[in-house]
């Protein structure tokens, strides 16, 4: 009893969600949910115990989720049936007996109209069914991943400039790493039930101030060139992104020059303890070889 589980425990925030769990509960307390376990054979290797399910098969679920008394939804894969999968997991865990469940939407501002193709829609339906649930939950919004903005910026911000749609908005990013450090807080803490967390990472950067960062780590000018939103895509398939993938990055950066991911408050910071990673530091680790 009083398990935590992770889902997506064979993914990238899955897996250190429960690796930061570790440094604050003992394995055999954490349990990994995956499709399959060859997948997380490094956490088997910590003693935290892998349990078979998938979001499209509630039976399995149901089983997955026994003895467990709160679980991380890590959502699943955008271009999927978000929805489905998602239900199927708060109704297991419903049925499960679990009593508090973590999900993790995009970040969005109370009453905003930004929506993003298979990601907005989703988060609401999936918090408008964690509400009617009766589960005790905790909302552990997300910006962007610094992890993943690099594509966004151009292929070749050295060689060509930072060659982004037009936008002055500025975005907070966080890494994946921290993101999971506040997660693990929220499971293992008491008193996070009920409430929304502003994940940001900052300090807050447009893309001309990326621009700028390059240019100090590169020691030459790396200049911010903005384009239209055809020539973003040309220069995304150029480089290999396919159709569907291209116009969701678009609508990242889209979201990103709108400011609808700035840093407001310090619900990260205050999660984990310490200043997370900023994009200037990202970045350097990242370009600092190139
Ligand atoms: N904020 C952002 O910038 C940003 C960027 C990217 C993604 N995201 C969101 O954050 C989520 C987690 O990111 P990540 O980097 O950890 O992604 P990831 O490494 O691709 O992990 C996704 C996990 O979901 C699992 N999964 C997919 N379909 C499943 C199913 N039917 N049943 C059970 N498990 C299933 C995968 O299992 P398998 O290993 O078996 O496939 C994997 O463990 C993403 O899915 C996406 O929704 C956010």
Redesign the pocket.
């Known amino acids: 009893m009083n398990k935590i589980l992770v889902?997506?425990?064979?993914?990238?925030?899955?897996?250190?969600t429960l690796r930061h769990l570790l440094d604050r509960r003992p394995a055999s307390g954490l349990v990994g949910?995956?499709?399959?376990p060859a997948?997380a054979q490094d956490l088997a290797e910590l003693g935290i115990e892998l349990r078979t399910?998938?979001?499209?098969?509630p039976a399995s679920l149901r089983k997955a989720f026994t003895g467990v008394d709160k679980l991380m939804l890590?959502?699943?894969?955008?271009f999927?049936e978000?929805k489905i999968?998602h239900a199927n997991v708060i109704d297991a865990a419903v049925d499960a007996g679990v009593r508090h469940l973590v999900y993790?939407p995009?970040i969005r501002d109370h009453g905003s109209t930004f929506s993003m193709k298979e990601?907005t829609a989703e988060d609401e339906f999936t918090q408008a069914k964690l509400a009617e649930s009766g589960l005790a939950y905790t909302l552990a919004e997300?910006?962007?991943?610094l992890?993943?903005?690099t594509p966004y910026m151009g292929a070749t911000p050295y060689e060509n400039g930072v060659r982004v749609p037009v936008g002055d908005g500025r975005f907070a990013?966080a890494s994946?790493d921290d993101l999971a450090a506040a997660q693990a807080a929220i499971l293992t803490e008491e008193g996070h039930e009920g409430k929304t967390y502003r994940l940001t990472g900052g300090p807050s950067v447009s893309f001309a101030e990326i621009a700028k960062i390059l240019s100090d780590i590169h020691g030459s000018p790396v200049p911010y060139v903005p384009v239209s939103d055809e020539e973003y895509l040309d220069n995304m398939r150029a480089v290999g992104f396919p159709d569907f993938a291209v116009e969701f990055v678009l609508t990242?950066v889209h979201g990103m020059n709108a400011g609808e991911w700035e840093a407001k408050g310090s619900d990260l910071e205050t999660l984990i303890g310490h200043s997370p990673t900023t994009t200037s530091e990202f970045l350097r680790s990242e370009y600092a070889a190139r």
């Open positions: 889902t997506g425990a064979s993914g990238s925030l899955g897996k250190l949910l995956v499709r399959d997948k399910g998938d979001y499209m098969d890590v959502p699943t894969h955008a999927t978000r999968a993790a995009i990601i997300h910006p962007p991943f992890d993943v903005i990013a994946r990242w």
